[in-house]
């Protein structure tokens, strides 16, 4: 089988890694991909937002399955193009993909089946959006209502706060059409997770559960960024309450897609929050969480592309979705600035000697192969992902292969996993 993986972060490495392993995995081909993708399959220069490329691509290579890392292509119908092109997508179609690219589609789908998430209102218009900030009073949620790079969400604590987030986003058009329309929901308290499914559509398989860390700076101060680091499991989400996890988040979603015409094939991921009165969604993402994606496919046992293959053709079992009870660990090495500008083209060293102990690997994000070196081109540079027999252990492991790496510049946060490790969740099946 010959399979091209679309992205060019650490989560389409980590994709490029495991579907490489696959015994059925011919030929793989990674569009534009990184220097981490290229050591398992050929990049090839195409951009994810290029639909028309990508479908080419596809038929020019020969492809039986695309896989899709980021939104964007998902939310352009990429899946929508490859599927009319007789070329099977794992990734929903654009409708399916609303759930991400729309907060205000998100959440009627969440309100009308039933699923838990704060109280809100849609908005096109700035001055009825807000007499509702002053009538429900702060603190207050405000969500662009579009695709932001994840930061078209603002949590404001005062009534002045949540206006000028609107004034932001539908006046000044910060973040341009994204904002126009606008959520407005009531603010939870409580800690996060992430709970990822596999779907063929009406079938799903639950993934163990996972934590993010969205902010730049220890102990989650400072602005918001892609994920600094993420682990797996999270213990506030224990793997014998996810199933009833999954009846109550994501199954109302599936089954109403599935009855609309549009059946979800792909990874739904659901950001939930925890609060004193049970847990609420948050978000939907239509595809793996980055940094999310690492840890879990360290977990994985079985073979990925099999899964993927039976979610495009609707015979998923669940009993194909098989987890180490080991957790894993995942630290972003980023360049400093980030998330805001920062410097590129430095050399990295010691990643051989980092990927030295067993359990270890490297995924790399803002990268590119020049001859044998390796040069940082992004922001989140590098993912060090550890397995081992617990989160404590997991942690120690990671930062122990990070700290073998060097690069000018490099800054990475030294708490990631702290929130689990509290919790004590230990692993004791040992392998
Ligand atoms: P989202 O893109 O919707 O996940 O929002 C990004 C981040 O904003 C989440 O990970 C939360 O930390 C925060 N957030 C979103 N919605 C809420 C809410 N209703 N209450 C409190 N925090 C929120
Ligand atoms: N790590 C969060 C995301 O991928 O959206």
Redesign the pocket.
Known sequence: MNILIVGSGGREHALAWKLAQSPDAHRLFIAPGNGGTARHGTNVEVKDSDIPGLVALAKDKAIDLVVVGPELPLTLGLTDALTEAGIPCFGPDAYGAQLEGS?AFAKNMMRDTGVP??E?AVFDDFEAACAYVREKGA?L?V?ADGLAA?K??V?AQTVDAAIAALDDMMVKAVFGPAGSTVVV?????GE?ASFLVFSDGTDLAILPSAQ?H?AVGEGDTGP?TGGMGAYSPAPILPDIAAPDMAETTVRPILRRLAELGHPFKGVLYA?L?FTDRGP?V??FNVRFGDPECQPLLMRLESDLAEIMLACVNGVLADTLVRYAPEAALCVVMAAKGYPGSYPKGMEITGLAQAESEDGVKVFQAGTRAQGDKTLTTGGRVLGVTALALDLAQAKAKAYRAADAIRFENSFMRRDIGDKGIKRHAFVTRHK
């Open positions: 907060k998430t704060a809100y603190p949620v969500k994840g078209g969400v949590v929901e009531a603010a939870l308290k996060e993010d969205k918001n950001g929050m609420f948050l978000e």
